[in-house]
């Protein structure tokens, strides 16, 4: 079992630099991948930024230049700096640990934190 917990939203104006974060607990030596995934309002959750065990990353290209990606590893905790942030950056910002055991390949989501940027 791995336990995600998200914090580090808010409400923010256009432009502006939060930095949230993703803390993992519980059976945290079998995670492999990392990601966030917003939703926006009325909208499908998607995936926007991937950072493997050795922090190599990948970002969608809405967000591309202007999110970056860090892990903590001996913490356990994902960091996302997002700069520059625009009005339709607003959502809830889960984050999603792809668990793997032999034989076994879980995806662990946390609760959310939610991203509201004002023009």
């Known amino acids: 079992q791995v336990n995600l917990l998200e914090s580090g939203g808010g409400l923010v104006q256009a432009g502006g630099s939060p930095r949230p974060l993703c803390a993992a607990s519980?059976?945290?030596?079998?995670?492999?991948?990392m990601a966030w995934c917003p939703q926006a309002p009325g909208k499908q959750r998607e995936l926007v930024a991937t950072?493997?065990?050795?922090?190599?990353?990948k970002f969608a290209d809405s967000v591309k230049g202007r999110f970056t990606n860090s892990r903590d590893n001996a913490k356990n905790t994902l960091y996302q700096q997002m700069n520059n942030l625009k009005p339709e950056d607003t959502g809830v910002y889960y984050c999603?640990?792809?668990?793997?055991?032999?034989?076994?390949?879980?995806?662990?989501w946390g609760q959310g934190t939610q991203v509201t940027v004002s023009s």
């Open positions: 519980g059976s945290t030596i079998s995670i492999n991948d």
């Open positions: 950072i493997t065990s050795g922090s190599s990353t």
């Open positions: 999603k640990a792809d668990s793997r055991r032999p034989g076994v390949r879980i995806d662990y």
